[in-house]
Nanobody, 121 residues
Framework: QVHLVESGGGLVQAGGSLRLSCAAS????????MGWYRQSPGNQRELVAH???????TYADSVQGRFTISRDNAKNTVYLQMNSLKPEDTAVYYC???????????????WGQGTQVTVSS
C-alpha cells in the first residue's frame, strides 16, 4: 500500500560526498516525521537523522555537522546529504516515514528496502 524507495547509494572515497533520496508512493494521505537509519554488520540499526513535519531536525552525534536531512513535501521525498564521509559511515541506509493512509487514521511506520553506502580509505 505504501512504498518507500531509496536511491543515491554507492562507493565513495573517504572525504567524499553522497546524497541519498527516498520517495514515498502509494496510498498516502499525509506524511509526518521522516528519517534515515543505518545498519552495519555486528551493529544495531541506529538513527542517523530525523526530521519532523515542521522541519525540526535531529542527528546522531557521529554525523552532526557532516550530514544534512531535508524534505520536499510536494514530492513526498526525504533527502540525506552526506559530506566528509568516513569509512565508519559504511552501512546499509534505510529510509523511514510515518504515513497516514486515510484522514481518520494515525501515522504508521514504513521502511524502504535499504541502499548500500561504502566509504573506502
Amino acid at each position: 500500500q505504501v512504498h518507500l524507495v531509496e536511491s543515491g547509494g554507492g562507493l565513495v572515497q573517504a572525504g567524499g560526498s553522497l546524497r541519498l533520496s527516498c520517495a514515498a508512493s502509494g496510498r498516502i494521505f499525509s506524511i509526518n516525521a521522516m528519517g534515515w537509519y543505518r545498519q552495519s554488520p555486528g551493529n544495531q540499526r541506529e538513527l542517523v537523522a530525523h526530521i519532523t513535519s515542521g522541519g525540526t531536525t535531529t542527528y546522531a552525534d557521529s554525523v552532526q555537522g557532516r550530514f544534512t536531512i531535508s524534505r520536499d513535501n510536494a514530492k513526498n521525498t526525504v533527502y540525506l546529504q552526506m559530506n566528509s564521509l568516513k569509512p565508519e559511515d559504511t552501512a546499509v541506509y534505510y529510509c523511514n516515514a510515518g504515513v497516514s493512509t486515510w484522514s481518520w487514521d494515525y501515522a504508521r511506520p514504513y521502511w524502504g528496502q535499504g541502499t548500500q553506502v561504502t566509504v573506502s580509505s
